[in-house]
Antibody, heavy 121, light 107 residues
């Protein structure tokens, strides 16, 4: 059974760094792109970017480039989303999601449960 | 980047009704379009891929299509569990992009 299990909720101050995790199981980790989607409170879905665990290639949306990084650890089948300096505007629920090679690439039906990140002074 | 314009942003309907949501892409997306359902506090659920293909296990009252340059999503005979928010999504080019969402409420 494919499962994506994310790390717990975080509360941080502006300027802090943060790394959230998504541990996967039930499939060959290095064979699928895996990425992240943000949902601000009461708002829609925004695609952040993805990483291919097989060779660590990343693709990041221009809206998030230079603000976040995505990485993968094949020894633990875990994907990470990281910020060096959080802003209040980063507050939201972050989902990890497996991707499929359909079209250029698409989000699969397998999602994590979400990690709520709250940035507040 | 491709912008997805989804309408309406909200919709009130009754159990048994037929509803349609529309999505328009700012550029050609070669029919690479998904429709998602999201309930409060839950991750989105894939309903339809490649414009009109039903994901495994999704009831047949859900359907997707294309009319001219508009992509359509229809629910026939609304059920109580269908009241949720729906999103279109293009995957023709990066960055992947979603419509703004349609909140379907009980009338």
């Amino acid at each position: 059974e494919v499962q994506l299990v994310q790390s717990g909720a975080e509360v941080k101050k502006p300027g802090a760094s943060l790394k959230i995790a998504c541990k996967t199981s039930g499939y060959r980790f290095s064979n699928f792109w895996i990425g992240w989607v943000r949902q601000k409170p009461g708002k829609g879905l925004e695609w952040i970017g993805m990483v291919h665990p097989g060779d660590s290639t990343t693709r990041i949306s221009p809206s998030f480039l230079d603000h976040v990084s995505v990485s993968a650890d094949t020894s633990t089948n875990t994907t990470y989303l990281q910020w060096r300096s959080l802003n209040v505007s980063d507050t939201g629920n972050y989902y990890c999601v497996r991707h499929l090679l359909r079209g250029v690439v698409t989000t699969d039906s397998f999602w994590g449960q979400g990690t709520m990140v709250t940035v507040s002074s | 980047d491709i912008q997805m314009t989804q309408s309406p942003s909200s919709l009130s309907a009754s159990v048994g009704d037929r509803v349609t949501i529309t999505c328009q892409a700012s550029h050609d997306i070669n029919n690479y379009l998904n429709w998602w359902q999201q309930k409060p506090g839950k991750a989105p659920k894939l309903l339809i891929y490649d414009v009109s293909n039903l994901e495994t296990g999704v009831p047949s009252r859900f359907s997707g299509g294309k009319s001219g340059t508009d992509f359509t999503f229809t629910i026939n005979s609304l059920q109580p569990e269908d009241f949720a928010t729906y999103y279109c999504q293009q995957y023709n080019s990066l960055p992947i992009s979603f419509g703004q969402g349609t909140r379907l409420e009980i009338k």
